[in-house]
C-alpha cells in the first residue's frame, strides 16, 4: 500500500517551459488536490476534484491546469513556467466522512 | 475570508516539557479539524483529528477544541528531540476544502 505517490520529486524550469506532475493514489479515495507550499504561506489549495470527472479551481489557480485522469491519477500541468511558480507541490486525497487528507512526498520545482 | 492562525513560533521547550500549540480559526461552521506534522523537507503527516468538544488523547498527543472559542491546541507531553518540527493545524467546514495555517516551528532542547 504505497498511499500517494508523486513524480517527479525535484525538476528545474526554465521560464517558459512546460511540465506536468503526476499523482496516484492507492486507497481508493474519491477526492484528491494539488497544494503549494512556500515559505511562511503555509498550504496553499491550487485546484482540487472531488471525484472522477470533476476539477474544481482553489485559492491559487492561476497558471495550472488538472486532469483527473481517473479514479487513481490526479495530474497538475505548468503550461508556461514563472518564475513565480518556483514552490513545492503536494497532492493528497481525502478519506470521505471524515475528512482526513493525506499526503504525497512532494515535488521541488524551481523556475529559473 | 476563511481563516486559520497559528503563531509561527519558533517554540522552544526542553527534552521532557510540554509543548503547548494554538490555532484560532474565524469560520464558525467548521467541523473538522486536524493537526499535521511536517518535518523539514517532508510532507505533511496526520496525527491528530478532532470532531467535537474537549479532549481527545492518543499516545503523547492530547488534542483541544472549544468550538465557542474557535480554539484548537495540541499538546505534546514529554517532548523529544525527534518531535522538532512544523505543526499545521487544519480545519474544514464541511465541504471539500480544508483550511491549513502556515504552522508553528517547534524546537525541543535536548
Known amino acids: 500500500n504505497a498511499g500517494v505517490t508523486q513524480t517527479p520529486k525535484f525538476q528545474v524550469l526554465k521560464t517558459g517551459q512546460s511540465m506536468t506532475l503526476q499523482c496516484a493514489q492507492d486507497?481508493?479515495?474519491?477526492?484528491m488536490y494539488w497544494y503549494r507550499q512556500d515559505p511562511g504561506m503555509g498550504l496553499r489549495l491550487i485546484y482540487y476534484?472531488?471525484?472522477?470527472?470533476?476539477?474544481d479551481k482553489g485559492e491559487v489557480p492561476n497558471g495550472y491546469n488538472v486532469s483527473r485522469l481517473n479514479k487513481r491519477e490526479f495530474s497538475l500541468r505548468l503550461e508556461s513556467a514563472a518564475p513565480s511558480q518556483t514552490s513545492v507541490y503536494f497532492c493528497?486525497?481525502?478519506?470521505?466522512?471524515?475528512?482526513?487528507?493525506?499526503f504525497g512526498p512532494g515535488t521541488r520545482l524551481t523556475v529559473l | 475570508q476563511k481563516e486559520v492562525e497559528q503563531n509561527s513560533g519558533p517554540l522552544s521547550v526542553p527534552e521532557g516539557a510540554i509543548a503547548s500549540l494554538n490555532c484560532t480559526y474565524s469560520?464558525?461552521?467548521?467541523?473538522?479539524f486536524f493537526w499535521y506534522r511536517q518535518y523539514s523537507g517532508k510532507s505533511p503527516e496526520l496525527i491528530m483529528s478532532?470532531?467535537?468538544?474537549g479532549d481527545k488523547e492518543d499516545g503523547r498527543f492530547t488534542a483541544q477544541l472549544n468550538k465557542a472559542s474557535q480554539y484548537v491546541s495540541l499538546l505534546i507531553r514529554d517532548s523529544q528531540p525527534s518531535d522538532s518540527a512544523t505543526y499545521l493545524c487544519?480545519?474544514?467546514?464541511?465541504?471539500?476544502?480544508?483550511?491549513f495555517g502556515a504552522g508553528t516551528r517547534l524546537f525541543v532542547k535536548a
Open positions: 493528497a486525497s481525502r478519506r470521505e466522512g471524515q475528512n482526513e487528507q493525506f
Open positions: 486507497m481508493n479515495h474519491n477526492s
Open positions: 476534484s472531488a471525484s472522477e470527472g470533476t476539477t
Open positions: 469560520d464558525r461552521v467548521s467541523q473538522s
Open positions: 478532532i470532531y467535537s468538544n
Open positions: 487544519a480545519v474544514n467546514t464541511g465541504g471539500f476544502k480544508t483550511i
